[in-house]
């Protein structure tokens, strides 16, 4: 089945503790992208990566870094984590015009 | 910056139309979306519109005026599953690599 997979998808960590939200494709989609979802805020893009070794800021990417080594994968990484970080994030690929999101990963910074 | 503008929530009965309208003042234009999203899932998409006019896909139908930084999703013969989030969001970028959205507008569908 064609999905974007996001690992994991509920998480509460502490202020300071890094962690690492995985995403990854099946679909070999070049481009792929990060978002967070507040509300009132909407959905905002952190990062994108149209290939390999090719990522760009989108509109929020303070506080993050992301990687893309392969290109089925693409993981979003928080060195420290504050609460303001606190947020439903999503996954994304995109073939053409099309975005496919992953199911979201909830994550609490206490 | 940008400023996409859709309604925050709207009300319809089932079996009728519902118009969602979305405004934008962005820099750049690469096309425009439109997503549902349900409570709790993943958005997915409806449409794409990168030149003026109307795009019909079904009971859902997408219109856009470039010069009038608009658009708007147009909903017939409403069901109940219909109930959800609508985002529209506008491509910028040389690639139309980023993407950004509006608040959403919740629509709720009644018997």
């Known amino acids: 089945e064609a999905q974007v997979t996001q690992n994991p998808r509920y998480l509460i960590t502490v202020t300071g503790k890094k962690l690492t939200v995985t995403c990854s494709q099946n679909m070999n989609h070049e481009y792929m992208s990060w978002y967070r979802q507040d509300p009132g805020l909407g959905l905002r893009q952190i990062y994108y990566?149209?290939?390999?070794?090719?990522?760009d800021k989108g509109d929020v990417p303070e506080g993050y870094k992301v990687s893309r080594k392969e290109k089925r994968n693409f993981p979003l990484i928080l060195e420290s984590p504050s609460p303001n970080q606190t947020s439903l994030y999503f996954c994304a690929s995109k073939y053409y015009n099309e975005q496919f999101f992953g199911p979201g990963t909830r994550l609490t910074v206490l | 910056g940008q400023n996409i503008d859709q309604p925050t929530e709207m009300t319809a009965t089932e079996g009728a139309i519902v118009q969602i309208n979305c405004t934008y003042q962005?820099?750049?234009?690469?096309?425009l979306f439109w997503y549902q999203q349900h409570a709790g899932e993943a958005p997915t998409f409806l449409s794409y519109n990168v030149l003026d006019g109307l795009e019909e896909k079904g009971r859902f139908s997408s219109f856009l005026s470039r010069s009038k930084g608009y658009s708007y999703l147009l909903l017939k013969e409403l069901q109940m599953k219909d109930s959800a989030s609508y985002l529209c969001a506008v491509s910028l970028g040389n690639a139309g690599n980023m993407l950004t959205f509006g608040g959403g507008t919740r629509l709720m569908v009644k018997p």
């Open positions: 990566s149209m290939n390999v070794e090719v990522t």
């Open positions: 962005t820099s750049g234009f690469n096309g």
